[in-house]
């Protein structure tokens, strides 16, 4: 390697994202459109932790996933969307080496957890459903907290096992982030050392996360299924399938961006369209969770007509 080589390698302190677009007139709209996503999404899922937390009749293992999953999409919208918004606005889309490897860390952490809280939650409506009389001894306190940390705890150990290896490798003196923030794949492609064990590690976890989290899903819903064909009652076979609507629609619309997103080679890779499905799993799905999660669940809209009630109550 030459001198001016190992100089560049040391240089390196920020990154330049192209962002989503880079024709000019369309700068100011999106902006606008994407700042009232973001506003939605964390108005929705801020509503939906504390709606949660404070509604007595939500106290159930079922909204206790629910407010962690409202937490992880805010999580991760609130590490991609503003630095996306500042640069709609600002001159140069640069992002420093360090903010770059948080981002990149905090978002690796927060959509991996999303997959295995969304697991624990099909295994919740599977004992709710299969097992009613036994729900509050196998869903306990206890369970409940090991079946958020034990996600929380693996995706953190993996971010980080991904992130060091990424920037503890050597980059070049290109700088320029063909996305509109830090994620892996675009920033394997900057790498001047070889890739080869990074993208190994990629691929073996993303597809060992989306598949084994699937297979919890999918199990579960096939025994939930099951159980409800058995049912007698008309009533309680249309309980059950509300209960699960909501869940059942939020898996769908996430497992079939993420699979179209990660399982494929990096050569099959087109960096437009995976713009496309980035934005969809970073802003669309965390301002659609609450949204779906409060008009098809109607014990959200009980608690939101119970606050609002309350709310509007005429003094005494």
Same mark, same amino acid.
């Given at each position: 390697?030459?001198?001016?080589?190992?100089?560049?390698?040391?240089?390196?302190?920020?990154?330049?994202?192209?962002?989503?677009?880079?024709?000019?007139?369309? &700068?100011?709209?999106?902006?606008? =459109?994407?700042? @009232?996503? *973001?506003?939605? $999404?964390?108005?929705?899922? #801020?509503?939906?932790? +504390?709606?949660?937390?404070?509604?007595?009749?939500?106290?159930?293992?079922?909204?206790?996933?629910?407010?962690?999953?409202?937490?992880?999409?805010?999580?991760?919208?609130?590490?991609?969307?503003?630095?996306?918004?500042?640069?709609?606005?600002?001159?140069?889309?640069?992002?420093?080496?360090?903010?770059?490897?948080?981002?990149?860390?905090?978002?690796?952490?927060?959509?991996?957890?999303?997959?295995?809280?969304?697991?624990?939650?099909?295994?919740?409506?599977?004992?709710?459903?299969?097992?009613?009389?036994?729900?509050?001894?196998?869903?306990? &306190?206890?369970?409940?907290?090991? =079946?958020?940390? @034990?996600? *929380?705890?693996? $995706?953190?150990?993996?971010? #980080?096992?991904?992130? +060091?290896?990424?920037?503890?490798?050597?980059?070049?003196?290109?700088?320029?982030?063909?996305?509109?923030?830090?994620?892996?794949?675009?920033?394997?492609?900057?790498?001047?050392?070889?890739?080869?064990?990074?993208?190994?590690?990629?691929?073996?976890?993303?597809?060992?996360?989306?598949?084994?989290?699937?297979?919890?899903?999918?199990?579960?819903?096939?025994?939930?299924?099951?159980?409800?064909?058995?049912?007698?009652?008309?009533?309680?076979?249309?309980?059950?399938?509300?209960?699960?609507?909501?869940?059942?629609?939020?898996?769908?619309?996430?497992?079939?961006?993420?699979?179209?997103?990660?399982?494929?080679?990096?050569?099959?890779?087109?960096?437009?369209?995976?713009?496309?499905?980035?934005?969809?799993?970073?802003?669309?799905?965390?301002?659609?969770?609450?949204?779906?999660?409060?008009?098809?669940?109607?014990?959200?809209?009980?608690?939101?007509?119970?606050?609002?009630?309350?709310?509007?109550?005429?003094?005494?």
């Amino acid at each position: 390697m030459t001198w001016m080589n190992r100089q560049n390698l040391t240089v390196l302190t920020e990154f330049i994202l192209m962002g989503i677009t880079d024709r000019p007139e369309l &700068q100011a709209p999106f902006f606008g =459109l994407f700042l @009232i996503i *973001y506003t939605v $999404s964390v108005v929705g899922n #801020l509503g939906m932790i +504390i709606l949660t937390k404070v509604d007595s009749r939500l106290q159930t293992p079922m909204y206790f996933f629910l407010r962690h999953l409202a937490s992880i999409d805010l999580g991760y919208s609130s590490a991609v969307a503003p630095k996306m918004l500042v640069n709609f606005v600002a001159d140069q889309n640069t992002i420093p080496y360090n903010w770059c490897a948080t981002q990149l860390a905090f978002f690796i952490l927060f959509i991996i957890s999303e997959l295995f809280i969304l697991s624990a939650m099909a295994y919740d409506r599977y004992v709710a459903i299969c097992n009613p009389l036994l729900y509050t001894v196998v869903m306990s &306190q206890r369970v409940c907290w090991v =079946l958020v940390a @034990i996600p *929380y705890v693996y $995706s953190a150990c993996l971010s #980080l096992i991904i992130t +060091i290896k990424i920037f503890m490798s050597s980059f070049c003196g290109h700088n320029v982030i063909r996305h509109f923030y830090c994620d892996n794949l675009p920033l394997l492609t900057l790498l001047c050392s070889s890739t080869r064990d990074i993208e190994l590690i990629i691929l073996i976890f993303s597809a060992f996360n989306l598949i084994s989290s699937l297979l919890i899903v999918l199990v579960s819903y096939i025994l939930i299924l099951m159980a409800i064909f058995r049912m007698n009652s008309a009533e309680g076979r249309h309980k059950a399938f509300s209960t699960c609507g909501s869940h059942l629609t939020v898996v769908v619309v996430l497992y079939v961006t993420l699979f179209f997103m990660y399982v494929q080679p990096k050569s099959s890779h087109s960096f437009d369209t995976d713009k496309i499905a980035s934005i969809f799993y970073t802003l669309i799905i965390p301002m659609l969770n609450p949204i779906i999660y409060s008009l098809r669940n109607k014990e959200v809209k009980d608690a939101l007509h119970r606050i609002w009630k309350n709310l509007h109550k005429p003094p005494m």
